[in-house]
């Protein structure tokens, strides 16, 4: 993702802004506006879809019910860097479970662990810990890093792996996020506030946004809400 640090806090967009200002022409006078657009497109497209599209590791843990099926809740799952039986903390190996689908698969739907039932019989769990990786990032090189300096320090065969495990942003998500902040600068610059008076609590000049988004903007975002096991 491209990062904006603000107030201690890493705020975040789908797409870069030197991307975005190349796509529409936009003036460098006005990047403080296009950040604060894609930063605030991002939020609104993460909060209509009801999950977090940055790359990043989770950790969850569940009671383990001998029932052998493990949801994740963040995808896509690009990497499940270890699985642990929370009885002692120990490491349940990879040949007793399996990730489906696949680490590194090209579809936006949501992974779960299965666990080999030779586990019930092995060892007795009262909670599993399960450390992963997921979501996408924004144009990473081929290598899969977003740095070139990562990149050289790969073998090809390495590359190629990591290249898979760090899946980018879809191209109707990051034209999702381009038409949402475009749409919101023009509001801005034509002073379609959305909203009724006007409010001097908000913005430099009393200018406030109204969380919403057009129509289109749904449509491209239909398959990327949240889906459950």
């Not at 490491?91 to 689908?101: D, L, S």
């Not at 946004?209 to 889906?227: D, I, Q």
Request: hydrophobic share 35%; aromatic share 12%; with cysteine.
């Amino acid at each position: 993702m491209a990062e904006i640090e603000a107030a201690g806090h890493k705020l975040y967009s789908l797409i870069p802004l030197n991307d975005f200002k190349a796509l529409l022409g936009i003036d460098d006078r006005e990047d403080k506006l296009a950040r604060f657009c894609l930063v605030t497109a991002t939020f609104a497209i993460e909060q209509y879809c009801m999950r977090r599209f940055l790359r990043k590791k989770y950790i969850e843990r569940r009671p383990y019910l001998e029932n052998l099926f493990f949801p994740l809740n963040e995808y896509p799952v690009s990497k499940v860097v270890s699985v642990y039986g929370w009885s002692k903390d120990e490491i349940i190996k990879p040949e007793y479970y399996e990730v489906i689908p696949d680490c590194g698969t090209e579809y936006d739907v949501p992974s779960y662990i299965t666990f080999s039932p030779a586990l019930n019989g092995y060892r007795k769990f009262r909670t599993v810990k399960v450390d992963y990786w997921a979501g996408y990032v924004v144009n990473p090189l081929p290598c899969g890093f977003t740095t070139q300096s990562f990149c050289d320090a790969k073998t090809q065969a390495k590359a190629k792996k990591t290249a898979a495990s760090m899946p980018p942003v879809p191209a109707d998500l990051a034209t999702a996020c381009i038409e949402l902040a475009f749409w919101n600068m023009n509001r801005y610059r034509g002073r379609r506030i959305g909203v009724t008076g006007n409010n001097r609590v908000n913005g430099k000049d009393g200018e406030h946004l109204e969380m919403s988004m057009p129509e289109n903007v749904k449509s491209l975002l239909e398959p990327y809400r949240r889906k459950t096991l």
